[in-house]
Structures are given as C-alpha cells and as structure tokens.
C-alpha cells in the first residue's frame, strides 16, 4: 500500500482551531486539546488508507468524507502523492454549502 502525505488545506486548520475554541468553552482546554489532538491522529491515518469514506463527487469531483463519530465530518481529496484534508467540519455542518463553489479550497 502507498504512503500519502497528509495536508491540512488552511481551511481544516482553521476548522479545528474553531473546534478547540468552542469545546474549551464548553468542557475546558484539556478535553478540548485531547479531542483535537485524536481528530488530528486520525487524518494522519489517511496516509495509508486514503480512500475510505464515500465519495461526494456531487459536491465537487475527487472530494470524499468520513465521519468522526456523531458530530465531525471529515471533507478531503487525495492524488497519487498526497491526501489534503479540505475541511473538520463539527457539529453536522451542512456540507454542500461549506463546500460550495464560492468557498471552496482549490486542488
């Protein structure tokens, strides 16, 4: 099996620091680096397995996304080098309109 380079696109790292920001609040600084820190280890896994999920070529070609549990959402596309990890959306964010033509990362 390749091994893919895993990219945060600006977006994602953006995401997850909005994630941090809202569980730190909700349930402290610690709980909040420990879940970010597993959604981190995680993406990093798509190294080696960087097709799973389900493709959502209706949203934008080459995209597909996972689950995280109940509340995260996990956007990315992958070429023959690398697996860029477009978006962490929480909390069952609509996806089509995060992702729409306006706000997209480009590949």
């Known amino acids: 099996m390749k091994k893919r380079q895993v990219v945060f ?3 994602a790292k ?8 809202y569980l730190a609040r ?3 600084a610690s709980r909040a680096l420990t879940y970010c820190e597993r959604i981190e280890a995680y993406c990093r896994t798509f190294a080696h397995a960087g097709q799973r999920g389900r493709a959502r070529s209706d949203i934008r070609p080459g995209l597909r996304v996972v689950s995280m549990g109940r509340n995260l959402d ?5 070429d023959d080098s ?3 990890i ?6 069952r964010r609509n996806m089509s309109a995060v992702l729409s033509a306006k706000n997209r990362h480009q590949n």
């Open 26 to 28: 909700k349930a402290g």
């Open 82 to 84: 690398s697996v860029t």
């Open 14 to 21: 953006k995401d997850l620091f909005e994630v941090y920001d």
């Open 74 to 78: 996990l956007a990315f596309h992958l």
């Open 9 to 11: 696109a600006p977006e």
């Open 86 to 91: 477009d978006r962490i959306l929480y909390g």
